[in-house]
């Protein structure tokens, strides 16, 4: 089975996926400003007086669902689009593998 061809098998998916990813900077940026949430691990380690290590070792392109040099909003979409090509291919290429 080609990509294509896997693609057109799952039409209805990916269309899901991309409609959450784009729908996403709703409640992953717009409305948890609003809310003034925060991630339950970052005040945990608030409250054992752990400093943050991201602001001194990057160890991702996308720290915190951004990308340099979009808005907010947009690369939380884009980081959401990455991550979910990137787990669609593994399960491809794994999918592939095991045949």
Not at 28 to 51: C, F, N, Q, R
Not at 71 to 88: E, N, Q
């Amino acid at each position: 089975m080609g990509v294509m061809r896997a693609i057109k098998g799952h039409r209805k998916a990916l269309t899901v996926i991309i409609v959450l990813a784009l729908a996403s900077p709703i409640f992953g940026v717009y409305l948890s400003e609003l809310v003034g949430y925060h991630e339950p691990l970052d005040l945990a380690a608030g409250l054992l007086g752990l400093e943050e290590l991201t602001e001194k070792i990057t160890w991702t392109p996308l720290a915190d669902y951004t990308v340099p040099g979009l808005p907010d909003w947009l690369g939380y979409a884009v980081s959401g689009l990455l991550g979910a090509a990137v787990v669609l291919a593994l399960g491809y290429l794994f999918l592939k593998l095991l045949k």
